[in-house]
C-alpha cells in the first residue's frame, strides 16, 4: 500500500522558514522522482519543485526564486522542502506527489502570516 505523509506545515510569520517532510512507503522510492506541489486558497495545484530519483537534478517553479530547496534522503525514504524568506502568497496546502501509481499525499497546511 502506497503512502505519502506530508509533516512540518503551520503558521509562520512573514520572513520566516518551515521544513516540510514527506515520508514515503509501499513502493521502491530511490527509483522514482519526487514533486511538491501546492494549493492556495481558490486557486488551481501548481508546482513548487521536483527531484530526480537520485537526488541530482532538481527543478523549481518561477515563482520560489531561490527561497525553497528541495531535497531528499533515500535511506529515509523522505522528501524534504525547506522554505525560506515566506510571504503570505506562499499560503497554501502543500502536497506530497509520486509518479508511482500518480499517488499524492493528504497535504499540509502552511500559512504565512502577522
Known amino acids: 500500500q502506497v503512502q505519502l505523509v506530508e509533516s512540518g506545515g503551520g503558521l509562520v510569520q512573514p520572513g520566516g522558514s518551515l521544513r516540510l517532510s514527506c515520508a514515503a512507503s509501499?513502493?521502491?522510492?530511490?527509483?522514482?522522482?519526487m514533486h511538491w506541489y501546492r494549493q492556495p486558497p481558490g486557486k488551481e495545484r501548481e508546482l513548487v519543485a521536483a527531484i530526480s530519483s537520485g537526488g541530482l537534478s532538481t527543478t523549481y517553479a518561477n515563482f520560489i526564486k531561490g527561497r525553497f530547496t528541495i531535497s531528499r534522503d533515500n535511506a529515509k525514504n523522505t522528501v524534504y522542502l525547506q522554505m525560506n524568506s515566506l510571504k503570505p502568497e506562499d499560503t497554501a496546502v502543500y502536497y506530497c506527489?509520486?509518479?508511482?501509481?500518480?499517488?499524492w499525499g493528504q497535504g499540509t497546511q502552511v500559512t504565512v502570516s502577522s
Open positions: 506527489y509520486t509518479s508511482y501509481m500518480r499517488y
Open positions: 509501499g513502493f521502491t522510492f530511490n527509483n522514482y522522482a
